[in-house]
Every structure is written in C-alpha cells, then in structure tokens.
C-alpha cells in the first residue's frame, strides 16, 4: 500500500454538490487513514443557491461552514496541520477562503492549520459567470509566497475528450468544456477541461481515468478507483 500523510482532511464538495455525495470519497479515504481524521463539510444544495437565490454570494456563505468544520478539526487533533481536499468549484471556495483577503465583506484566516489544498477537477481558468467572481479574485490576489504557505496541488482527469463531429459523449464533452473556456476540442474530465485546472504555483497533476460528476456507477475523483489515482498527492 502507498505510504500517506495521516494528516486529518477536510472535504469541500463542489458548487451545487451536498455533503452526503461525498461519503464514496470519505470511505475510499478511510483505507488509507483513519476515519475520525476525515470530516465532509456539511453543505446543502440551499448553502450555494441561497434562500432567496443570491448565488454570487454562495462563496461567502460556503467558506463560513468550511471555517467552522475546519475549527473543529484543528480542536480534535491540536496542532496537526490539515489538507483541505476540495472538488470542483470547492476548489475556488478553498483558494479564496485561503488567500485571508476580503471577499464581498468576508475575511478568514486559517493560517497555519492548513498546510495543504488538493483540488479535484477544479477550473482556475474560466469564463463562467459565478465561477468568474472567485478566480478573478484569486487572482488579484494571488502571490508567489502563497505556495511557499501552501502546498497546492491540482488534479484533474483527461479521459474524455471533446469534439462536435464525434460520439454523444464527445459531442457533449465539446459543450461543456466550451463553456468554460472557448475551445471545446480538448481533453478533460467529461465537465472540466483538464488546461481550465493547471495553475502557475501549483504542482498539477493529470490523471487518465476520473469523471468529474458524483453520480452513481460513474467512476469519478470519489470512487476507491479515482481516489487510488491521487492518493499519493495526499
């Protein structure tokens, strides 16, 4: 078995995502560490859309609930250094929550209880409405020295690769990764165009077989058989 850091691991599951899809990841996560080390953030399909909808403000409202399971964390295990391991569009929540700059009024800082982030599918390159007010925050802000606090690493699948003159699943990879940036004719996790998630700082890492959508039978970033392909970076 790989040798992993049993450091204890925070899980943000992805924009429009709940904590319960991620129960595949947190059992896969369990043979490698114990399960007490791993807590999901608690997030609801009502923490991104909001009540009324106001979903440009879902970063603000996701990053208190991500504060609050990482100060739970660093209570049960003092000064041991946490991995945030976030999905999708978690990973843009995480990357801002981490930066400790006001976001719409909002400022954490975790400071040293984190020494890790691991993003999943995550898009730092993107054209998308609301995904565009995080990573155009991030990067206003971003700075060498960040990486010299946090170790990021950004993983993302190529498997499927997008055409509009190929197969229907092609055909919709094509339109999806045109939506998030302007070439459709890329590789990518059947979602996420895997160039949308390389980012200058960080170690990138792409591996060949995860789908980005926690659905069932799929074999994505949460399955034993996804979660086997990144574990090492943990």
Same mark, same amino acid.
């Given at each position: 078995?790989?040798?992993?850091?049993?450091?204890?691991?925070?899980?943000?599951?992805?924009?429009?995502f709940?904590?319960?899809?991620?129960?595949?990841?947190?059992?896969?996560?369990?043979?490698?560490?114990?399960?007490?080390?791993?807590?999901?953030?608690?997030?609801?399909?009502?923490?991104?859309?909001g009540?009324?909808?106001?979903?440009?403000?879902?970063?603000n409202r996701?990053m208190?609930?991500?504060?609050?399971?990482?100060?739970a964390?660093?209570?049960?295990?003092?000064?041991e250094p946490?991995?945030?391991?976030a999905?999708?569009?978690g990973?843009?929540v995480?990357?801002?929550?981490?930066?400790?700059?006001?976001?719409? =009024?909002? %400022?954490?800082?975790? /400071?040293?209880?984190? &020494?890790?982030?691991?993003? $999943?599918?995550?898009?730092?390159?993107?054209?998308?409405?609301y995904?565009?007010?995080?990573?155009?925050?991030?990067?206003?802000?971003?700075?060498a020295?960040?990486?010299?606090?946090?170790?990021?690493?950004?993983?993302?699948?190529?498997?499927?690769?997008?055409n509009?003159?190929?197969?229907?699943v092609e055909?919709?990879?094509?339109?999806?990764?045109?939506?998030?940036?302007?070439? =459709?004719? %890329?590789k990518?996790? /059947?979602?996420?165009? &895997?160039?949308?998630?390389? $980012?200058?700082?960080?170690?990138?890492?792409t591996?060949?077989?995860?789908?980005?959508?926690?659905?069932?039978?799929?074999?994505?970033?949460g399955?034993?058989?996804?979660?086997n392909?990144?574990?090492?970076?943990?």
């Amino acid at each position: 078995m790989i040798a992993v850091s049993q450091n204890p691991v925070v899980i943000v599951p992805g924009v429009l995502f709940w904590d319960t899809l991620y129960d595949s990841m947190k059992e896969a996560l369990a043979g490698y560490i114990p399960q007490e080390r791993i807590a999901v953030v608690p997030l609801s399909l009502v923490d991104w859309i909001g009540f009324p909808p106001s979903p440009e403000r879902s970063t603000n409202r996701v990053m208190k609930v991500v504060d609050h399971t990482v100060r739970a964390m660093e209570r049960k295990f003092p000064g041991e250094p946490i991995t945030l391991v976030a999905h999708s569009g978690g990973g843009t929540v995480a990357m801002v929550y981490l930066l400790e700059k006001p976001f719409q =009024g909002d %400022v954490y800082h975790p /400071g040293r209880s984190i &020494a890790k982030l691991i993003t $999943l599918g995550t898009p730092f390159h993107t054209h998308e409405h609301y995904a565009k007010i995080k990573t155009d925050f991030i990067f206003s802000n971003l700075k060498a020295d960040f990486f010299d606090r946090y170790h990021v690493v950004s993983v993302v699948s190529d498997k499927y690769y997008g055409n509009p003159e190929g197969s229907i699943v092609e055909k919709m990879c094509f339109r999806f990764y045109k939506s998030v940036l302007e070439e =459709g004719k %890329v590789k990518g996790d /059947g979602i996420v165009p &895997a160039q949308s998630c390389f $980012l200058e700082g960080a170690e990138n890492v792409t591996i060949p077989d995860a789908e980005h959508l926690p659905t069932p039978l799929s074999r994505w970033y949460g399955t034993k058989e996804g979660v086997n392909q990144w574990i090492q970076w943990l």
